[in-house]
């Protein structure tokens, strides 16, 4: 190992600490309440970061994955361990907006698995994609959960047929999506979309053309949009694959004239999330407007107004339908 690993291993474990610190003392450690000319909320490893038109900014340190909105609020996933390890100091944070500021910080729910990814409101519960142990977690207002488990494995197993990685969740009227990433690099399998009812029994799953993905939005004519994260693409259940870039496509946010994908360096995990990373703002026909460097690569984006069509509440009050796929996607 070189001076520059041992740093970055010293950094890492220094991290960790500060981590388990905020955890245990149940602290948010923010750096900055300014969230004005900020249109978009990214998570990343590195921490939370705000961006608009002039740039970003980091917002809290900390590791990062799953965001929602509720209504001007920002809903967070914190890891405040490493993902895989089993210490259970996943939690949940709110940072409460107004006007542009964040003016108070709370924490939600604690205990959670450190694995968990990506979070979202249908209605007025919380439901998180605990992906390692292959759950949903329903969340009501008082913090009471639900478990339900629609695709039952071993953990002791992952790479089977049975680990489907399940890291991303979208609601539409009553019915639920997951996408399953299937682990590609273990499993060989391409992603696939799952459609589950409001009891998360699952009803069918088709696969896409895409490996290793990530996200849900459903657009205007009901189609499912996704990153095809290994081929740097954006996907569709309405045959569109655009490639995006060279980079590894993760986070995804749907406005009304502009979509943003989040992208990073295709690299051993370890090594990835210490990289910078990219915002790419897209038109609705995914020519590129422009790319915003990041100091880290994205784990989720969100737009802070709350029109992103990758929220389901936003979904549910534009009345959108669901196209469950009617044909499989092709090369555009």
């Known amino acids: 190992m070189n001076r520059t690993d041992n740093a970055s291993a010293s950094d890492r474990r220094l991290a960790l600490a500060l981590a388990q610190r905020a955890y245990a003392s149940?602290?948010?450690?923010?750096?900055?309440?300014?969230l004005n000319d900020c249109d978009y909320i990214i998570a990343t490893r590195q921490g939370l970061l705000a961006a608009g038109a002039g740039g970003c900014k980091r917002i809290a340190h900390g590791q990062f994955f799953g965001l929602t909105m509720d209504g001007s609020d920002v809903l967070a996933f914190e890891a405040c361990d490493l993902p895989r390890h089993p210490s259970r100091m996943g939690r949940i944070i709110r940072l409460r907006v107004r006007d542009g500021r964040i003016v108070d910080t709370e924490v939600f729910v604690t205990g959670l698995d450190n694995g968990c990814h990506q979070i979202d409101l249908i209605g007025d519960t919380l439901v998180v994609v605990d992906t390692y142990r292959q759950r949903i977690l329903e969340i009501a207002p008082d913090a009471t959960v639900k478990e339900f488990q629609p695709f039952p494995f071993d953990r002791e197993r992952r790479g089977t047929a049975d680990y489907v990685h399940f890291n991303s969740v979208m609601a539409c009227g009553d019915?639920?999506?997951?996408?399953?990433?299937?682990?590609?690099?273990?499993?060989?399998?391409?992603?696939?979309?799952?459609?589950?009812?409001?009891s998360w029994t699952v009803v069918d799953r088709r696969p896409v053309a895409g490996t290793g993905c990530h996200n849900l939005a459903l657009l205007e004519d009901g189609s499912v949009l996704s990153c095809g994260s290994v081929q740097g693409a954006l996907i569709s259940t309405a045959g569109i694959r655009a490639k995006v870039s060279n980079l590894m496509t993760r986070g995804l946010a749907v406005g009304q004239d502009v979509i943003a994908v989040g992208g990073s360096t295709f690299s051993e995990r370890e090594h990835r999330d210490s990289e910078p990373g990219v915002l790419q703002l897209l038109d609705r026909q995914l020519r590129l407007l422009s790319s915003l460097p990041l100091p880290a690569p994205p784990t989720e984006i969100r737009r802070l107004d709350g029109n992103d069509l990758s929220l389901s509440r936003h979904i549910a009050a534009r009345g959108l339908p669901l196209g469950w796929p009617q044909v499989t996607c092709s090369s555009a």
């Open 26 to 34: 149940g602290e948010v450690r923010l750096v900055t309440r300014d």
């Open 175 to 198: 019915r639920r999506l997951l996408l399953l990433h299937n682990d590609f690099g273990r499993t060989g399998r391409a992603s696939e979309i799952a459609l589950l009812d409001e």
